[in-house]
Nanobody
């Protein structure tokens, strides 16, 4: 059973918006202390886009998405979100939701820190 299921990807024109959703399966979203969104473009390594940790009360954003992307979680809906505005062609990638029960002093947005992953959803930004 896949622990996290992403949805909301698609084809959008530059300047457009998408909202990605990540729904926890098998456990409640509250089980996870940290939630993150990662992306991987063809030929590139998977990179952290935005992550948040409940205890830290703050979020991390990759520099290139600051001011455009917003991460959030709704424990009642068992879902985390990534709101993406003003999308650019360089945002094209497969986007993955990830989670972990690990705790850290600050928000960590590195692939090895997360041990639960979804299968990904494709985001394509093109005119």
């Amino acid at each position: 059973q896949v622990p996290l299921v992403e949805s909301g990807g698609g084809l959008v024109q530059p300047g457009g918006s998408l909202r990605l959703s990540c729904t926890a399966s098998g456990v409640t979203l509250e089980y996870y202390n940290s939630i993150g969104w990662f992306r991987q473009a063809p030929g590139e390594e998977r990179e952290g886009v935005s992550c948040m940790q409940s205890a830290a009360g703050s979020a991390y954003y990759k520099d290139s998405v600051k001011g455009r992307f917003t991460i959030s979680r709704d424990n009642e809906k068992n879902t985390a979100y990534l709101q993406m505005n003003d999308l650019k062609p360089e945002d094209t990638a497969v986007y993955y939701c990830a989670a972990t029960i690990h705790l850290s002093r600050e928000v960590v947005c590195l692939v090895p820190f997360y041990n639960y992953w979804g299968l990904g959803t494709q985001v394509t930004v093109s005119s």
